[in-house]
Each structure stands twice: as C-alpha cells, then as structure tokens.
C-alpha cells in the first residue's frame, strides 16, 4: 500500500498565498508522477497540476502563473505553491501520485484532501 499525507491547507484571503505539501510512504519502488487536483462543492474534480519524476510539469490554464508544483524525488514528496489566490481557487485539493510498488505491480494513490478556503 501506498499512503499519501497532505498538508498546508487553510483559510486564506484573496491574493494572499499557501503550500501545500504530500508526502508518499509505504511499499515504493519508484514513483513516475505526482500532482495535485481539486474539488469544489457541486463541481467535479479537476487537474490542477502535475509533476513527472524527470521534472516535467503541466498545469491547468486556470493556475498557470500563479501556482508552482515541484516535487523531490528522494522523499516522494511533492509541494504545490499558490500565490495570487482568488475566492474560485476554493476547493478541497487532492495529491495523486502514481508509479511501481516493490512487488513490481503499478500503484495510483490518493491523498485525504486539504480545504483551501479563499475569502474575497
């Protein structure tokens, strides 16, 4: 099993900024992408932002400039830094991380979720 552990959610104002950081335990031998999504209330979950183990990001158009993902591969642990946040950023978030377990069987995991809460 893999266990996914989020944090850094809140209650924030808009414009101000938050971390959110996920990190991955369990039985890993190699993890090939993270990412965070979100959710909000009456809306269906969405890619915010993801990360491969090579270093290539991808991001949604609605975040593009304002948050940063990046993510450290010797602790399986991914952060998602958002700044300039907005009331429509109002969302539970979501980490995702896929990969290999060390019985050699592919994993895709997800994370509790984290409340992020932008007031206007």
């Known amino acids: 099993q893999v266990q996914l552990v989020e944090s850094g959610g809140g209650l924030v104002q808009a414009g101000g900024s938050l971390r959110l950081s996920c990190a991955a335990s369990?039985?890993?031998?190699?993890?090939?992408?993270m990412g965070w999504y979100r959710q909000a209330p009456g809306k269906q979950r969405e890619l915010v932002a993801t990360?491969?183990?090579?270093?290539?990001?991808n991001y949604a158009d609605s975040v593009k400039g304002r948050f940063t993902i990046s993510g450290d591969n010797a602790k399986n642990t991914v952060y998602l830094q958002m700044n300039s946040l907005k009331p429509e950023d109002t969302a539970v978030y979501y980490c995702?991380?896929?990969?290999?377990?060390?019985?050699?069987?592919?994993?895709?995991?997800w994370g509790q979720g984290t409340q992020v809460t932008v007031s206007s």
């Open positions: 995702r991380a896929e990969g290999m377990h060390t019985t050699y069987n592919y994993f895709l995991s």
């Open positions: 369990g039985s890993i031998f190699t993890i090939n992408a």
């Open positions: 990360v491969t183990s090579g270093g290539t990001m």
